[in-house]
């Protein structure tokens, strides 16, 4: 039996309370990052995986905002999907909200703040979907591990357990919000039970895996940088590295475009087509340049 293609899913959902009050009447994702909107950075991690069938899981309030924006993803080689999250409930959420979507497939799940940038992050993301069962998560080494789930490894580099914001932390290694799993996942996320704020944690899920042994933990290299742009500070500090390697290196980070034209999923027509969207920016400019 051939293994099914895996599906991605993009969670921008909840308030963006942290950013409040420029996200008191637009999400977050749906925010510039530098010279594109922030939702864009997830979706082209998922489309650098190869994946080009792809959920996306907002509030009723925005969920129209990301239709406008993304359309039915055919400009970049996609198909793109919308639901629904009616009221935040957690990340593990997703995986229960788009089990019809997956229709049994493996799932990328990844969250709509979170970007990730580096040479080595395509090989990275092949070792993951290698892994033919089980759940693969992905670790990065943070100066403050209190503010995160944190992975504790035993002495053969496996993980032994992951706690969210423990209080005397076991390393300093955190788990990002990129996730991959089996076709398992709809189902275990839905035995969760609700954590005391009433959510369906993701560490919990992890957990799950990682009770039987079916849990994989990929730690970032340097090099490879993970952007959490949910509060002023860090949205700011996204913009300035993704305008510094930009500016630096004449590429673009992060665009549904160019990875879609190099992966050879649009054609060079398509792309000069895109670029003549974006009008006389430099954004349009490097995009005329690829092609």
């Keep these: 039996m051939t293994e099914r293609k895996r599906k991605g899913i993009i969670l921008a959902g909840g308030t963006g309370s942290r950013l409040f009050p420029a996200t008191l009447s637009v999400s977050k994702q749906l925010l510039?990052?530098?010279?594109?909107?922030?939702?864009?950075?997830?979706?082209?991690?998922?489309?650098?995986?190869?994946?080009?069938?792809?959920?996306?899981?907002?509030?009723?309030?925005?969920?129209?905002?990301?239709?406008?924006?993304?359309?039915?993803?055919?400009?970049?080689?996609?198909?793109?999907?919308?639901?629904?999250?009616?009221?935040?409930?957690?990340?593990?959420?997703?995986?229960?909200?788009?089990?019809?979507?997956?229709?049994?497939?493996?799932?990328?799940?990844?969250?709509?703040?979170?970007?990730?940038?580096?040479?080595?992050?395509?090989?990275?993301?092949?070792?993951?979907?290698?892994?033919?069962?089980?759940?693969?998560?992905?670790?990065?080494?943070?100066?403050?591990?209190?503010?995160?789930?944190?992975v504790e490894f035993d002495e053969n580099g496996r993980a032994r357990s992951i706690v969210e914001k423990p209080e005397h932390p076991a390393s300093s290694w955190a788990v990002t919000g990129l996730y991959f799993y089996d076709e398992r996942a709809p189902s275990f996320a839905k035995e969760l039970r609700p954590s005391a704020r009433g959510e369906l944690e993701i560490t919990d899920l992890n957990c799950r895996y990682l009770e039987e042994g079916a849990l994989s933990v990929i730690r970032f290299p340097r090099g490879i940088a993970w952007l959490d742009t949910g509060t002023v500070e860090s949205l700011l500090e996204a913009s300035e590295y993704i305008a510094a390697v930009q500016n630096r290196e004449g590429l673009l980070v992060g665009s549904p475009d160019a990875i879609a034209y190099e992966e050879g999923w649009i054609s060079r027509e398509t792309l000069i087509r895109n670029a003549g969207r974006c009008g006389k920016t430099e954004y349009a400019r490097l995009l005329r340049s690829l092609a």
Aim: aromatic fraction near 10%; charged fraction near 20%; proline fraction near 7%.
């Design 32 to 150: 510039p990052v530098y010279d594109k909107p922030m939702v864009w950075y997830p979706l082209s991690t998922l489309m650098q995986a190869g994946i080009r069938e792809i959920l996306v899981i907002s509030s009723p309030r925005d969920l129209p905002r990301f239709r406008d924006l993304l359309g039915d993803g055919s400009q970049w080689g996609l198909r793109l999907s919308y639901c629904v999250q009616k009221t935040p409930a957690g990340l593990a959420e997703a995986l229960v909200l788009g089990e019809s979507f997956l229709d049994g497939a493996p799932s990328a799940l990844i969250l709509g703040d979170n970007l990730f940038y580096g040479a080595g992050l395509r090989g990275i993301l092949e070792e993951a979907l290698e892994q033919e069962s089980g759940a693969t998560v992905f670790a990065a080494r943070v100066r403050d591990p209190n503010r995160y789930g944190i």
